[in-house]
């Protein structure tokens, strides 16, 4: 459920990456994936700065600095389409609006369900795969309609196992 993380799991997830600055990062990865809504919530943030001994502005300038944070609530799946030039030429935002379409959902919103949460990004590297989505760490190309809604579906249907093995 989203936001439920209590101070001692933040406290423990701090300890677990390593009490210090240089870790900063990581400690926050690890925060925003354990939120179970894919953000890092200001008062985790405050905490963060308090245990490393940093200003807070530190740690919200990384928050708000790397498109992998987010200070809001998101879906567990985080779906980004890359806008880069080579996506571009090959119909990005066509696979934005199939991604769209198939959803619900405009860009940047995230699903009733909470499942997904759709943005454009930068390149990610996978240029010669255009166009481009990636899901967490999986990367989609050479999508199409069919793609994008096999994609979908794949991903409802796993959330669904979770669910029912939970």
């Keep these: 459920m989203c936001g439920e993380?209590?101070?001692e799991q933040v406290r423990a997830i701090i300890k677990q990456q390593g009490k210090t600055k240089e870790?900063?990062?990581?400690?926050?990865?690890?925060?925003?994936?354990?939120?179970?809504?894919?953000?890092?919530?200001?008062?985790?943030a405050k905490l963060v700065a308090v245990e490393l001994d940093i200003p807070l502005t530190k740690v919200y300038d990384v928050l708000t600095f790397y498109e992998m944070f987010s200070i809001k609530p998101r879906g567990k799946y985080l779906i980004e389409i890359c806008q880069s030039a080579p996506c571009h030429v090959?119909?990005?935002?066509?696979v934005g609006q199939m991604f769209m379409e198939e959803l619900g959902i405009k860009m940047g919103e995230t699903t009733w369900d909470n499942l997904f949460t759709l943005q454009y990004t930068s390149c990610f590297?996978?240029?010669d795969l255009a166009p481009v989505a990636k899901?967490?760490?999986?990367?989609?190309g050479h999508l199409t309609r069919e793609k994008v809604a096999q994609i979908i579906k794949n991903y409802r249907e796993g959330?669904?196992?979770?669910k029912q093995s939970n």
């Excluded at 090959?90 to 066509?94: I, K, L, Y």
């Excluded at 899901?135 to 989609?140: A, L, P, Q, S, T």
């Design 5 to 7: 993380l209590q101070k």
């Design 23 to 44: 870790k900063l990062l990581s400690i926050l990865l690890a925060i925003q994936e354990a939120s179970g809504c894919n953000y890092v919530d200001k008062k985790w």
């Design 90 to 94: 090959v119909q990005a935002n066509s």
């Design 125 to 127: 590297g996978a240029c």
């Design 135 to 140: 899901i967490g760490d999986k990367v989609y």
């Design 159 to 162: 959330a669904r196992c979770q």
